[in-house]
């Protein structure tokens, strides 16, 4: 076999290997949310994806395994991988010199990505407090808090606070306005629009962090 035949299979391979795994994700995020965590499956996982249990067993290892894939596509918007940090949006917010204009970056940020994670944040939370699926849910809140702090350390280093506002304080003011259960409340219950969510975001966390 010559290696041109050899690279061809292996890129068949992998070509297929990432379609099986797209195909679980898209299964998986319609029956988690349609049916919530305990009643779903990994069998009725793969018999929407069309593949095996073994399939589904090998890419994603167990069913909290599969919800963090969820999490972690949907929270960049693909399945290219890599830091969200090295994002180019979240590079431009960072960089951005005007105070205003980075929390405005930020709210609409979280208001395109809010959508997708939002339902895999509240399936989390309520699906309980055990186990594997707890850590899960612990490195998700993890991660989001470090976002907050460095955007917070962004704020203050940049002396974008106002007086008496410390990084701390806008971390948890960040953290808080970028919750999902504020997203379910008013745009998942209250019907809010996305663009009127991320004016709020805007108006809200400006007034409360930043010299005017």
């Avoid at 949006?89 to 997708?116: C, G, W």
């Avoid at 809140?141 to 304080?169: E, I, P, Q, S």
């Amino acid at each position: 076999m010559s290696t041109v035949k050899r690279n061809y299979d292996s890129s068949r391979r992998q070509e297929s290997a990432r379609e099986n795994r797209r195909r679980v994700l898209e299964a998986a995020r319609s029956r988690l949310l349609r049916d919530g965590y305990a009643a779903t499956t990994v069998a009725q996982i793969a018999a929407d994806a069309d593949v095996a249990p073994q399939t589904v067993t090998k890419h994603f290892g167990n069913k909290p395994g599969i919800v963090k894939a969820l999490f972690d596509v949907a929270l960049v918007g693909d399945d290219e991988g890599g830091a969200l940090e090295a994002r180019d949006n979240i590079v431009a917010i960072r960089d951005e010199p005007d105070a205003h204009r980075k929390l405005a970056m930020f709210a609409e940020a979280l208001a395109a990505m809010l959508p997708r994670t939002a339902p895999i944040q509240l399936l989390l939370r309520e699906a309980g407090s055990d186990g594997e699926l707890a850590q899960v849910w612990r490195t998700i809140k993890a991660g989001r808090l470090a976002g907050m702090t460095n955007l917070a350390n962004n704020l203050a280093v940049g002396g974008h606070l106002r007086t008496g506002v410390t990084a701390d304080d806008a971390r948890d003011v960040l953290w808080t306005y970028s919750s999902p259960e504020l997203f379910d409340l008013l745009v998942l219950e209250r019907g809010w629009s996305t663009s009127r969510y991320a004016e709020f975001l805007t108006t809200a966390t400006s007034a409360l962090l930043l010299a005017q």
